[in-house]
């Protein structure tokens, strides 16, 4: 059974910093793609930055470059968002997601959310001013 779950959402002031995890079971890793997105009550879910597990290469929504950073453990087969210099409008439940088979070759199209066969429950950011 594929179980994503996210944890280390929080309250946090402007300008802070979290680090939110995804931790994943049931899956084989190296075929491996993971993203997260995030979601505000009456939008669409948004994208926010994906990772290849076999290669460790990234992509990030331009609102987050320089902010935000994907890592991910092998070990504890999890997935790591380092999130620095957090703004109010990041506000948000962030949400982990897998495709187990990365069928996309090019990383940007998991931008989009379809790419991606599960879904962790999500986590509340929320980023005071």
């Known amino acids: 059974q594929v179980q994503l779950v996210e944890s280390g959402g929080g309250l946090v002031q402007a300008g802070g910093s979290l680090r939110l995890s995804c931790a994943a079971s049931g899956l084989t890793f190296s075929g491996l793609t993971v993203g997260w997105f995030r979601q505000t009550p009456g939008k669409e879910r948004e994208f926010v930055a994906a990772?290849?597990?076999?290669?460790?290469?990234?992509y990030y929504t331009d609102s987050v470059k320089g902010r935000f950073t994907l890592s991910r453990d092998n070990a504890k087969n999890t997935v790591y968002l380092q999130m620095n210099s957090l703004k109010p409008e990041d506000t948000a439940v962030y949400y982990c997601?897998?495709?187990?088979?990365?069928?996309?070759?090019?990383?940007?199209?998991?931008?989009?959310?379809?790419?991606?066969?599960?879904w962790g429950q999500g986590t509340q950011v929320t980023v005071s001013s």
């Open positions: 997601a897998a495709d187990p088979k990365s069928r996309s070759p090019l990383l940007s199209d998991y931008a989009r959310a379809y790419k991606y066969d599960y």
């Open positions: 990772i290849r597990w076999s290669y460790g290469s990234t």
